[in-house]
T-cell receptor
């Protein structure tokens, strides 16, 4: 089966610019996650969707980060304006609602200079 | 609050030696514990979970509620085990995974 797809794989932007990442989950997976992984740390949840509704966005810096999943399938994560500390890998993951297994994409590597 | 602690950033062992990657957690209820692995240039993937009580690629992990630990073990390390290993916890309900900082395992030939 096809895995979680993410794009772009790599992005370099200047601080104060904006960037958007796209994710296509595994077909049939209602739950979608965005994680941020800073170098040397484990993944940290930014936002969790169930279909097109937000389940948990308590750790999303809402002054600059936004995410949507309008039709309950693909999702977009946006950062505007970017800061140097946003340099990280942004991981998208998906699962069935009650699934124990969460499947990860390859990640989108962001460097803010 | 949910927290996962992996005390070792790097663990180096010789091929054929036993491996133990430590994981301790903090959670007031009954958690689900997982080990995820990331091989070089590959995506993060599930290695095993405590509910299944399975052995994957020779690795096992036992949930010790008294010590709040979920250490990953393998009796004989192989070079292909070299990777980043992350311990993760999920609380009750459809809550997201909370990850530790990870341990890099390096198996030396």
């Amino acid at each position: 089966e096809a895995g979680v797809a993410q794009s772009p794989r790599y992005k370099i932007i200047e601080k104060r610019q904006s960037v958007a990442f796209w994710c296509n989950p595994i077909s049939g997976h209602a739950t979608l996650y965005w994680y941020q992984q800073i170098l040397g740390q484990g993944p940290k949840l930014l936002i969790q969707f169930q279909n097109n509704g937000v389940v948990d966005d308590s750790q999303l810096p809402k002054d600059r980060f936004s995410a949507e999943r309008l039709k309950g399938v693909d999702s977009t994560l946006k950062i505007q304006p970017a800061k140097l500390e946003d340099s990280a890998v942004y991981l998208c993951a998906s699962s069935f609602p009650s699934g124990n297994t969460i499947y990860f994409g390859e990640g989108s590597w962001l460097t803010v200079v | 609050a949910q927290r996962v602690t992996q005390p070792e950033k790097l663990l180096s062992v010789f091929k054929g030696a036993p491996v133990e990657l430590k994981c301790n957690y903090s959670y007031s209820g009954s958690p689900e514990l997982f080990w995820y692995v990331q091989y070089s240039r590959q995506r993060l993937q599930l290695l095993l979970r405590h509910i299944s009580r399975e052995s994957i690629k020779g690795f096992t992990a036992d949930l010790n509620k008294g010590e709040t630990s979920f250490h990953l073990k393998k009796p004989f390390a192989q070079e292909e085990d070299s990777a980043m290993y992350y311990c993760a916890l999920r609380g009750s309900g459809n809550t997201p995974l909370v990850f530790g900082k990870g341990t890099r395992l390096s198996v030396i030939a």
